[in-house]
């Protein structure tokens, strides 16, 4: 662990956009595995839309910076709302639980 915390793979040295891009694959990689997982698993993870973005999201931070990890909480925020919060299909935040759901899961980004 020790390893990856001070080598990184390199990546710190990426261009910007390189670091913007990547996180927005593994932000995507993440929504998809979730969404393969759902049809398999859905009685099981009901409730719990946020659960596999936060390895994505710490994966980013820690390869990348602080900004593509602010970046992947967004992305995962929006994918989570879109795809698995009520009304799915849509940005429209209609109850309070969706609201606190969303301001919980965005508070990793701080």
Known sequence: MHWLLTNRFGTRDWPVAAHFAATGAIVTTAARLWLW???WLWPILDGYPF???YPAIILCAVLF???SGVLAVALSALAAKVLFLPPTGSL???T???ALALRCSS???F
């Open 65 to 67: 910076n602080h900004r």
């Open 51 to 53: 659960v596999l973005f």
């Open 96 to 98: 309070s639980r969706v």
């Open 92 to 94: 429209r935040i209609e």
């Open 37 to 39: 997982l759902w049809l």
């Open 107 to 109: 508070s990793l980004a």
